[in-house]
């Protein structure tokens, strides 16, 4: 069974820039069908889908973060990354970082990580 | 982008059945997956596709998909089913993916 763990810090001060990495362990980062994936959750709000890789690269942003978002992958640590900067009050949420297939007209996300708060504050 | 639209909330009562559903344009040409969340935890995998449930999640749970629209429906709702729901489909621009606004569900 796949286990994912988000890391980074909690608290980033406004312009900055937000940091994150998912460890991927008990499974191989290096799997064809799966995309990595970030997804945030604003304060008592929804779900929201904030970008993807594969590990072979060719991300996908959200369309109201491109030019602030960057994702990456580390076969050798068997991690992925999220770089999001300017960030605002309005970045605070938890992240969550999971794995999802893609199976024919389906996508799934079938491992998540815990989440991580990340407060944006001075 | 396309949204997914779901009813905010939901009653049932022990033991009774309710249909969540999920709207969207790219239900037209992508199925949802569907997801169970609880306060304070990371949600989890309930139904993807046609209606396939991932090893561990209760029988009672069951999908389907007509037209614009994925439902998700709970036979016999059990307490621990008290939580929020989500749908998540790929956007119709294919390359972005979009949750569903979510619905509570309340077991009486």
């Known amino acids: 069974q796949v286990h994912l763990q988000e890391s980074g810090p909690g608290l980033v001060k406004p312009s900055q820039t937000l940091s994150l990495t998912c460890t991927v362990s008990g499974g191989s980062i290096s799997t064809n069908d799966v995309y990595w994936t970030w997804i945030r959750q604003h304060p008592g709000k929804g779900l929201e889908w904030i970008g993807s890789i594969h590990y072979g690269g060719g991300p996908d942003y959200h369309p109201s973060l491109k030019g602030r978002l960057t994702l990456s992958v580390d076969t050798s640590k068997s991690q992925f990354s999220l770089k999001l900067t300017s960030v605002t009050a309005a970045d605070t949420a938890v992240y969550f970082c999971?794995?999802?297939?893609?199976?024919?007209?389906?996508?799934?996300?079938?491992?998540w990580g815990q989440g991580t708060l990340v407060t944006v504050s001075s | 982008s396309s949204e997914l639209t779901q009813d905010p909330a939901v009653s049932v009562a022990l033991g009774q059945t309710v249909r969540i559903t999920c709207h969207g344009d790219?239900?037209?040409?992508?199925?949802a997956s569907w997801y169970q969340q609880k306060p304070g935890q990371a949600p989890i995998l309930l139904m993807y596709?046609?209606?396939n449930r991932p090893s561990g999640i209760p029988d009672r749970f069951s999908g389907s998909s007509s037209g614009t629209t994925g439902s998700l429906t709970i036979t016999g709702a059990q307490a621990e089913d008290e939580a929020d729901y989500y749908c998540y489909c790929r956007d119709t621009s294919a390359n972005h993916f979009v949750f569903g606004t979510g619905t509570t569900v309340t077991v009486l």
């Open positions: 790219g239900l037209r040409d992508f199925y």
């Open positions: 999971a794995r999802e297939r893609t199976v024919g007209m389906v996508a799934y996300l079938d491992s």
């Open positions: 596709g046609k209606n």
